[in-house]
T-cell receptor, first 113, second 112 residues
Framework: DGGITQSPKYLFRKEGQNVTLSCEQN?????MYWYRQDPGQGLRLIYY???????QKGDIAEGYSVSREKKESFPLTVTSAQKNPTAFYLC????????????FGAGTRLSVL | GQNIDQPTEMTATEGAIVQINCTYQ??????LFWYQQHAGEAPTFLSY????GLEEKGRFSSFLSRSKGYSYLLLKELQMKDSASYLC?????????????FGPGTRLSVLP
């Protein structure tokens, strides 16, 4: 089955620690996205990538980093510089950034210990 | 700036019809989307409008008026499984290129 796989489902971060959230898709989509979802707020874009080896900052990129070395993979690192990382993180993809529907992964819930 | 408004919560009865409104102010509008999201799960695509008018898909319909910056999602014959959050999103021109702006979501509770 084609889809987007995020792992882990739950993640805990200690103070000063970097953590990496995985996102893999087998839909052959060019564009991939990372969103953060907080209670009562809409999804906010962290980073997006239109093509391999290229990515752009979204609205709230500070404290996060990404890479896009393969078409299928778009991992997100939450660095120690992100002082309020507790949130639900969603990865999405679509065929290219000008096309319509975004498909989402099941999400990773990150909490701080 | 870019802004999308939706009611925070709505309640309806099983078997009834409910309309969830969405108003938006964006630059470079290029389509409006509705997603359904059950708690702790991924949003799933429901409907898409880029031209004015009504799009119907089974029990779900979505309407768009670009001149008014307004859309609604209509859910008919409500079922308990329709209890979820409904996200309105607009594809618009951002300062980093064309991308999606999401509203805060409307949490719908369907009561027996």
């Amino acid at each position: 089955d084609g889809g987007i796989t995020q792992s882990p489902k739950y993640l805990f971060r200690k103070e000063g620690q970097n953590v990496t959230l995985s996102c893999e898709q087998n839909l052959n989509h060019d564009a991939m996205y990372w969103y953060r979802q907080d209670p009562g707020q809409g999804l906010r874009l962290i980073y997006y990538s239109q093509i391999v080896n290229d990515f752009q900052k979204g609205d709230i990129a500070e404290g996060y980093s990404v890479s896009r070395e393969k078409k299928e993979s778009f991992p997100l690192t939450v660095t120690s510089a992100q002082k309020n990382p507790t949130a639900f993180y969603l990865c999405a993809s679509n065929r290219d950034v000008t096309k319509n529907i975004q498909y989402f992964g099941a999400g990773t819930r990150l909490s701080v210990l | 700036g870019q802004n999308i408004d939706q009611p925070t919560e709505m309640t309806a009865t099983e078997g009834a019809i409910v309309q969830i409104n969405c108003t938006y102010q964006t630059s470079g509008f290029n389509g409006l989307f509705w997603y359904q999201q059950h708690a702790g799960e991924a949003p799933t695509f429901l409907s898409y409008n880029v031209l004015d008018g009504l799009e119907e898909k089974g029990r779900f319909s979505s309407f768009l008026s670009r001149s008014k910056g307004y859309s609604y999602l209509l859910l008919k014959e409500l079922q308990m499984k329709d209890s979820a959050s409904y996200l309105c999103a607009v594809r618009a021109l951002r300062n980093y290129g064309q991308n999606f702006v999401f509203g805060p979501g409307t949490r719908l509770s369907v009561l027996p």
